[in-house]
C-alpha cells in the first residue's frame, strides 16, 4: 500500500471498490421504456385507454388533469426513490427509505400542523416549508438522540433505532391531531395521508420542485463519495473521503427531496424502498448511474401507480398510497426473506 501513488487514493468507484459498469443495453431499453410508460399513464382513463377529445372543454380539462397528474408523480416519486439510495447507501442497509430516519414522518407532522392551523388556506407556499423545517428538525433530533453516549459519529444501529422511536412519536402526534380535528380538517388530512397525487397549487408546486431538484444535485455530486461509503466509514476514510460531512450532506439532501414530496404528494410509502432495489439488481450498484436511473424510475412507477389507482375502480378513485402499500408490503416481506443470504451488503 505504502509504494502506490497519491492518484491511486482517488475515488474511483469502478476500479476499486469493485463496481460493474453499467450495460448500455438495459440504460437504453430502460430509456426507450420510459416515455412509452408514461405516456401509457397520461392514456389511462376511466373508459379505457384512449386519448381525450382536445375539441371540446371537457377533453381538454381531462387532458390537462392528467397531465399535471403526470408531472406531480414524476417529481414525488423521483425525490422518495432518490432520497431512498441516499439513506440505503448511508445506512448500508436495503431496507433503507425516507421514512427509517423519521424524516417523513416529521415532514408529515409539520404539513399536518399546516393544514389544520389555517396556515395552508392562508398562504399555499407555508406547506412545504413547514414540512421542510419540521424534517429537518426532526433529523437533527435523530441525530442528537442516536449520538449520546458515543464519542464519535453514531453508528448505522442508533440511527436505525432512534429514528423509528422518533417517527412513532410523530404518527401519534398526527393521530391526536386527527382525532381533534374539524369534520373538514379531518378529511383534508386523511386523504393527504393516505397519499394522492391531485394537483398541488401551482405555487406549491413550484418550491417542491426548487427543493427537489436542489436535494438531487447534492445526491448526484455526492454519488462516487457514496460508493466509498456503501464499503464502511473505514474504507471511505482510507480513500480520503470525510465520511461525516458526506454523511450529513446526504441526510440533508435526502431530507429535502422527502419533505418537498410528502408537502405536495402525502404520506407515500416504498417508493424508496421498492425502486432503488430494483434499479440496483438492474443497473449496478454504481451511485453515479443509480442516482440518475432512479429517479427516472421512481417517476414513472408513481405515474403508473397513480394511473391504476384512477382507474381500476372508476368512478371511485383510490389513494395512490394504498397502491403503493399494496405493492411495497410483499416487496418488503421478500426483501427481508432473501436479505441474508443474497442481499447487497452482508
Request: hydrophobic share 55%.
Amino acid at each position: 500500500m505504502a509504494g502506490k501513488s497519491s492518484k491511486d487514493n482517488s475515488v474511483r468507484p469502478t476500479a476499486l471498490l469493485g463496481l460493474r459498469n453499467v450495460s448500455g443495453a438495459r440504460v437504453a431499453v430502460f430509456l426507450a421504456a420510459t416515455p412509452v410508460v408514461l405516456s401509457l399513464c397520461l392514456l389511462m382513463g376511466s373508459t379505457g385507454i384512449a386519448f381525450p377529445d382536445i375539441d371540446t372543454p371537457v377533453g381538454r380539462a381531462v387532458l390537462s388533469l392528467r397531465f399535471n397528474r403526470l408531472l406531480m408523480g414524476l417529481l414525488v416519486g423521483s425525490a422518495l426513490s432518490v432520497s431512498g439510495v441516499v439513506f440505503q447507501a448511508i445506512l448500508r442497509n436495503p431496507l433503507a427509505e425516507p421514512y427509517v430516519l423519521g424524516v417523513s414522518g416529521g415532514a408529515g407532522l409539520g404539513a399536518t400542523l399546516a393544514i389544520l392551523f389555517g396556515a395552508v388556506a392562508a398562504v399555499p407556499l407555508s406547506l412545504p416549508v413547514t414540512a421542510f423545517v419540521a424534517a429537518v428538525a426532526t433529523l437533527f433530533l435523530v441525530y442528537g438522540i442516536a449520538s449520546r453516549g458515543s464519542s464519535g459519529a453514531p453508528s448505522v444501529y442508533s440511527l436505525i433505532l432512534s429514528g423509528v422511536i422518533v417517527s412513532a412519536v410523530c404518527s401519534s402526534l398526527i393521530m391526536f391531531l386527527v382525532s381533534t380535528a374539524s369534520v373538514e380538517g379531518l378529511h383534508n388530512v386523511i386523504w393527504w395521508m393516505l397519499g394522492n397525487l391531485q394537483p398541488a397549487p401551482f405555487e406549491q408546486r413550484v418550491v417542491a420542485a426548487i427543493f427537489i431538484l436542489a436535494g438531487f444535485a447534492g445526491a448526484w455530486l455526492l454519488s462516487p463519495r457514496l460508493n466509498a461509503l456503501t464499503l464502511g466509514r473505514e474504507m471511505a476514510h482510507y480513500q480520503g473521503i470525510n465520511a461525516d460531512f458526506v454523511i450529513m450532506a446526504g441526510l440533508l439532501s435526502s431530507t429535502l427531496m422527502a419533505a418537498a414530496a410528502v408537502s405536495i404528494g402525502g404520506m407515500i410509502g416504498f417508493v424508496g424502498l421498492i425502486v432503488p432495489h430494483v434499479a440496483r439488481a438492474i443497473f449496478g450498484p454504481d451511485h453515479r448511474w443509480l442516482v440518475p436511473l432512479s429517479a427516472l424510475a421512481g417517476g414513472a412507477f408513481l405515474s403508473l401507480c397513480d394511473a391504476f389507482a384512477r382507474t381500476v375502480f372508476a368512478p371511485v378513485e383510490i389513494p395512490v398510497g394504498v397502491v403503493t402499500a399494496l405493492v411495497g408490503g410483499p416487496f418488503f416481506l421478500i426483501i427481508l426473506q432473501r436479505k441474508m443470504k443474497s442481499a447487497w451488503l452482508g
